[in-house]
């Protein structure tokens, strides 16, 4: 079992920058692939970025790369997902996620365990 809980969100004008955190709960925090995840008001909740256990590989969503990076601290069971250039169409509840070993099951679009979101604004 993983508990994930999320901080870091807020309101920050376009052009702005945030940094999430995700801290993990449990020994295993390094066997699980991390990633993202966003839900904006009406609609589906969608990818955002993924890094592998060891964080040698990240992947992102096309509308979110060279401007968000993932990254993660096994020592601290810590993810964070930096965000620069902040749009106001990146305003969306973030969530957290984890899925055993590999970053597949997220870039689907599915995980194992999910963490309560935290909301982000940006305003034009």
């Known amino acids: 079992q993983v508990q994930l809980e999320e901080s870091g969100g807020g309101s920050v004008q376009a052009g702005g920058a945030l940094r999430l955190s995700c801290a993990a709960s449990?020994?295993?925090?390094?066997?699980?692939?991390m990633g993202w995840f966003r839900q904006a008001p009406g609609k589906e909740r969608e990818y955002v970025a993924a890094?592998?256990?060891?964080?040698?590989?990240?992947f992102y969503t096309d509308s979110v790369k060279g401007r968000f990076t993932i990254s993660r601290d096994n020592a601290k069971n810590t993810v964070y997902l930096q965000m620069n250039s902040l749009k106001p169409e990146d305003t969306a509840v973030y969530y957290c996620?984890?899925?055993?070993?590999?970053?597949?099951?997220?870039?689907?679009?599915?995980?194992?365990?999910w963490g309560q979101g935290t909301q982000v604004t940006v305003s034009s």
């Open positions: 996620a984890a899925a055993r070993s590999t970053t597949v099951t997220l870039r689907s679009g599915q995980a194992d365990y």
């Open positions: 890094i592998s256990t060891g964080g040698g590989l990240t």
């Open positions: 449990g020994r295993t925090f390094s066997t699980y692939a």
